[in-house]
């Protein structure tokens, strides 16, 4: 199974989130729109990670709003 690497602020460490706890988001700003990925570690809490809006069309992930 393939896994993404996430950067931890609370541990200050990388960690690696399967797929299936990874969603893509679009987010929209003033300045334009902004493009994540969002994770879920094994103790529940949130990951994102910030990417190119190309790289983000490329990522077979489900879609969230």
Known sequence: ??????????TRS????????????KMDTKSGPRYAIKGKTE???NLTKFVGA???EKLKYKEVK
Request: aromatic share 10%.
């Open 1 to 10: 199974m393939a896994s993404v690497e996430f950067y931890d602020v609370k």
């Open 14 to 25: 990388k960690v690696k989130i399967d797929d299936k706890n990874i969603t893509k988001v």
């Open 43 to 45: 103790d529940g809490r």
């Open 54 to 56: 190309a790289d983000w």
